[in-house]
């Protein structure tokens, strides 16, 4: 089992920056990849960015790319989210997921098996 935590979610201006953590504890050794998505009211959940545990390599939407920047800090396993240059439409509850198996799927729910409670952001004009 693995468990994650995000933290870091709040009220932002549009156009400010934010900075979302995700701690993972448990069987984290069993972690092929791990990324963040996105939950608005009344919209399915959306990815946003993913982080290969093997070498790093990063994966992100279209809509976010060049704005934010997904990063791990393996000695604390932790990942991060830096989002920059907020948007009103960035507003949404972020979740943190993970996988433990293999398999080349990056960016939709199904493909991962662990969550996080999730973590509001609000964007204000």
């Known amino acids: 089992q693995v468990q994650l935590v995000e933290s870091g979610g709040g009220l932002v201006q549009a156009g400010n920056s934010l900075r979302l953590s995700c701690a993972a504890s448990?069987?984290?050794?069993?972690?092929?990849?791990m990324g963040w998505f996105r939950q608005a009211p009344g919209k399915a959940r959306e990815f946003v960015a993913a982080?290969?545990?093997?070498?790093?390599?990063?994966y992100y939407a279209t809509s976010v790319k060049g704005r934010f920047t997904i990063s791990r800090d393996n000695a604390k396993n932790t990942v991060y989210l830096q989002m920059n240059s907020l948007k009103l439409e960035d507003a949404a509850v972020y979740y943190c997921a993970a996988r433990s198996y293999f398999s080349y799927g990056i960016y939709s729910p199904d493909d991962y098996n662990y969550w996080g409670q999730g973590t509001q952001v609000t964007v204000s004009s």
């Open positions: 982080i290969k545990s093997s070498d790093g390599f990063t």
């Open positions: 448990g069987r984290t050794s069993s972690v092929s990849i």
